[in-house]
């Protein structure tokens, strides 16, 4: 299993079986950073709560089309950098005993994970794709374009802007 922040390998220091499936305590062989991975059919019943309060299941699959938007055009970045991160913010929020989470919950940990890895990726997200409360937003800016802009912000499309 790799390391979500450095993509090295890891070594797994802890199982046990959970009612979420099972799971393992790893630490990274190189930057040491310790993280859990469970092993489960199907989803472990994190929910997500939505702009107006109401819950949904987390969708991994949402989440990381939205990532491959943010990070589209950056070679530092794959699809295999974005499905560890997502697993891994899944599994810390289930670790921490979250049976329900919050999208800015989920934004800062992703932030997080994708700093380690392209922190210009990580930056666009905060810029482009977090509303004024912080929350992670799945929907493409244009979809939003209703809502007011804000000033000296970048809403087009990743790849529109200035290389660089
Ligand atoms: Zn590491």
């Known amino acids: 299993m790799q390391c979500p922040f450095c ?3 890891s070594n797994v220091t802890e199982t046990r079986e959970s009612p979420d499936g099972t799971r393992r305590r790893r630490v990274c062989s190189s930057c040491k ?8 059919v199907g989803s472990p019943g994190l929910r997500v709560e939505k702009r107006d309060g109401e819950h949904e299941p987390f969708d991994s699959e949402k989440l ?3 990532l491959e938007r943010i990070t589209a055009h950056r070679s530092a970045v794959g699809t295999e950098d974005l499905r560890r991160i997502v697993r891994d913010v899944e599994a810390t929020l289930v670790d921490a ?11 800062k940990l992703v932030i997080d994970r994708l700093a380690a890895i392209d922190r210009v990726s990580a930056e666009r997200l905060r810029v482009n794709y977090l509303d004024d409360d912080g929350r992670l937003r799945l929907e493409d800016p244009e979809a939003a374009a209703d809502a007011p ?3 000296g912000l970048f809403v087009g499309e990743p790849g529109d802007e200035p290389a660089g």
């Open 7 to 9: 993509a090295s390998s």
């Open 149 to 151: 802009p804000q000033l």
């Open 33 to 40: 950073r310790r993280f859990t991975t469970y092993e489960r």
């Open 64 to 66: 990381k089309h939205a």
């Open 97 to 107: 005993g979250s049976r329900t989470a919050s999208w800015s919950d989920i934004a």
